[in-house]
Structure formats: C-alpha cells, structure tokens
C-alpha cells in the first residue's frame, strides 16, 4: 500500500515556474488524500535530490517535473536506478515523446496525419526558403516556449536574425483552424477541449495567464472529427508506449468545408497539473476531481 509519496518538481528546464506550480497543487492534493507527502525541489544539486529520496524512502515518485531531464526520459532512468515506481510515462516512451520530429515519424508510421515539415538550420532555410506561412519551434521542449509563427519575408529576417546557425529547429507548414488538445488516462480516452485565445495563438503566455484562454470541454466538434480525434489520440499513446495519463494537441483546419483536416502537433508524456492545465479540465468533465486524478496517477505508479 503507498503511503510516503516524494513529489519533484522545479527542475532546470525553461518550464522550472510552470513544474513548480504544478507540483504545489499536486501536493496538496496528496495530502488531501491522506498522503505523508515530501516536495522536492530539482535544481542543479542532484546528489541532493537522491540524498533526500534515500532519506525519506517513498512508496512512489509524482513526476511534476515539465522538459528537460524530467520528461525525456532521464529522471525515470534514475528512479529506474533506484527501484522507486513513479508516475507518468518510463524512459522509452518519455524520450520520444520529447523529441517532436521523432514522435512525427512515429504518428506517420501509423497513419496519423502530420504538418508538412522537418527539422532545418538556419542554412537550409537561407538556400531553400520555406513557404509562408510557417511555425518554428524547438525539437525538444514543452509549454509552447519558443514557438514563433512567420508570415512574411519581415518576421523571417527577424527570425534568422536570432536564429543561431548551428542550432536545428522544427519548421512546419502553418495549419489555421481551430486548437484542440485530447488526453488519455490509464490507456482510456479521456477527453477533447478546444482552446479559444483572446488575441493570438495559444502561446506560453495565453498559457499560463489567467483570463487569456478559454476552454470549451467538450471540444465542439463534428462527431467525424471527434472519433477520428480519439482515435488518433488512442494510436500515439500506444504507438509511444506511454502509461499514465498524456496529452496531445491537434490543428482542426475546418476553413475548407468540405476538406476538412484533423492535423496532430505533437504528445505531452507529463501535462501540465497547473490551476490553468488541460487535463485537470478534461478529468473535471468526467467527473473526475483534480485529487482523485492525482490519486489514479499514484496508483498507476512504477518503474519500467
């Protein structure tokens, strides 16, 4: 039975300020739930984060970490190490799903409709132009940091003006439409919400600010798009191996009446557990609180 829970949150990633948030609410509610509950905060002392788990001995790990090293796979090798189960997705799973043009090579492998696109220098881009418009983004990070959407031969040169030549990026054709993300909980399909902007696309800040974004759960959407929706959820999420609950995010371009296109972006292994987060929005849609959802993540937990 698990009783002691260790929650690392923080981390060195660009997404530190959203983990720690996500972990706070997510202790809370493990206390809530009876839990002897201890929050770690990963910084760049990791022989302390492992002093503190060998000291306090958890039952389990709730991974609250976003990004680097604490959703591509590194801290669930280590726990892996240490025989501690944890939440959310193992190595494998984990560090595909982080790299966007691996998880695109996957979705297309089981027919899964992606953007067109790849990854591309700054050089590539210089000789070989792509079409506007397009959105840029890094291969490997989360929270929609970075992202930039170019329209015209202006945004470009101030693009490539900040864009390091050595540094690859992820370049895809622009899909206008609608936002939409879907989440699967313990390998069943959970939900769909669309994310309506006040002003811009769904950003970092649109994110995480209150009052920028609004959520329409369920995602209005014809009954064609919404089983093809699940059912492109579903095939990620097994086709990566994932476990625990996972988020991924779609463009529905219904500009064309009668062409209409469900385009996946990219899989979140460990979503956001923000105030502001999706899945907590689904789960709540299904009558599912946001401390039974924490609750059915721990009792998934363990070790690859």
């Given amino acids: ?61 709730f991974n609250a970490l976003h990004g680097k090293f604490g959703e591509d796979g590194c801290l669930q090798g280590l726990l892996n190490l240490m025989q501690i189960p944890y939440t959310h997705s193992g190595v494998m799973a984990s ?26 220098t700054k050089d590539q881009m210089m000789k070989k132009p792509f079409p506007f418009p397009y959105v840029v983004k890094p291969n490997a990070d989360g929270s929609s940091i970075g992202v930039v959407i170019v329209r015209n031969k202006k945004e470009q040169a101030a693009l490539f003006k900040k864009w390091p030549k050595t540094k690859t990026l992820l370049v895809e054709e622009y899909i206008p439409g609608r936002e939409l993300s879907a989440a699967v909980l313990g390998d069943k399909y959970l939900g769909s919400v669309e994310l309506v902007t006040k002003s811009g696309f769904y950003d970092y800040k649109n994110k995480y600010t209150n009052g920028k974004t609004t959520h329409i ?85 363990k070790c690859d």
Avoid: W
């Fill in 1 to 61: 039975m698990v009783k002691k829970v260790a929650v690392i949150m923080g981390g060195m990633s660009h997404e530190r300020d959203v983990s720690l948030v996500s972990g706070k609410s997510v202790t809370d509610a493990l206390k809530k739930k009876g839990y002897i509950v201890k929050a770690i905060d990963l910084n760049n002392n990791i022989p302390n984060m492992i002093q503190q788990l060998n000291t306090f001995k958890p039952d389990v790990v």
């Fill in 95 to 120: 560090a595909i799903g982080m790299n966007k043009e691996q998880t695109r090579y996957l979705a297309k492998m089981v027919d899964i409709k992606i953007a067109r696109g790849g990854l591309r």
């Fill in 217 to 301: 759960v369920p995602a209005p959407i014809p009954d064609k798009i919404a089983k093809q929706l699940e059912k492109y959820t579903m095939q990620i999420h097994q086709a990566l191996g994932c476990r625990g609950v996972t988020r991924s995010d779609f463009r529905y371009d219904d500009t064309d009446k009668k062409h209409p296109r469900l385009i996946f972006l990219e899989i979140n292994t460990n979503p956001g557990m923000t105030p502001l987060s999706l899945v907590p929005d689904i789960a709540k849609s299904k009558k599912i609180t946001y401390d039974t959802l924490v609750d059915m993540l721990v009792k998934e937990a």
